[in-house]
T-cell receptor, first 113, second 110 residues
């Protein structure tokens, strides 16, 4: 596809359940990023992949959050035992190489009831 | 914090007027990127300006960077209703992590 795609676009879950969010970066982009945007706020960095490795996981809020990337392509962000404060829009971005323009997907809006 | 801070928080202008918003940051950066966001979704990349650049243009957009003052500005000329959106600056100081401010909400009145 031409741009970054994410699925699902919306996810409603109950507190305590696990969720998986998917990101398909632009083909050929080596770097992939996850961010979170809470209502009315700017974006918070979560994690960054260069290829399939994650040099910086410092933004992950807790050990309930994890992410992986396979085949230097698709990435999944997993949130275990979701809490209400996890409700946010989760945005994925990719860039050709680190330090270049980051292009964002449409996001997944997660609502934890 | 490396976070960029936009100013003003909100801006309301008449169609056809120019809109200027500013971004200040705290430490040295590799590049600074401006984004537009409509209705809380879909961040659209506008311009990337590197630390060794002072000005860049893209259509009706003009971005300046003053590294001595640690500030950047985004100018939208001849604004249109479709420019109504939130605008964010994002600073990149390590070539991967973007730090975003809270944004400037621009409303263009017809």
């Amino acid at each position: 596809g031409a741009g970054v795609s994410q699925s699902p676009s919306n996810k409603v879950t109950e507190k305590g359940k696990d969720v998986e969010l998917r990101c398909d970066p632009i083909s050929g982009h080596t770097a992939l990023y996850w961010y979170r945007q809470r209502l009315g706020q700017g974006l918070e960095f979560l994690i960054y992949f260069q290829g399939n490795s994650a040099p910086d996981k410092s933004g992950l809020p807790s050990d309930r959050f994890s992410a992986e990337r396979t085949g230097e392509s698709v990435s999944t962000l997993t949130i275990q035992r979701t809490q209400q404060e996890d409700s946010a829009v989760y945005l994925c971005a990719s860039s050709l190489v680190p330090g270049n323009e980051q292009f964002f997907g449409p996001g997944t809006r997660l609502t934890v009831l | 914090s490396q976070q960029g801070e936009e100013d003003p928080q909100a801006l309301s202008i008449q169609e056809g007027e120019n809109a200027t918003m500013n971004c200040s940051y705290k430490t040295s950066i590799n590049n600074l990127q401006w984004y537009r966001q409509n209705s809380g979704r879909g961040l659209v990349h506008l311009i990337l300006i590197r630390s060794n650049e002072r000005e860049k243009h893209s259509g009706r957009l003009r971005v300046t960077l003053d590294t001595s003052k640690k500030s950047s500005s985004l100018l939208i000329t001849a604004s249109r209703a479709a420019d109504t959106a939130s605008y964010f600056c994002a600073t990149d100081y390590n070539d991967y992590k973007l730090s975003f401010g809270a944004g400037t909400t621009v409303t263009v009145r017809a």
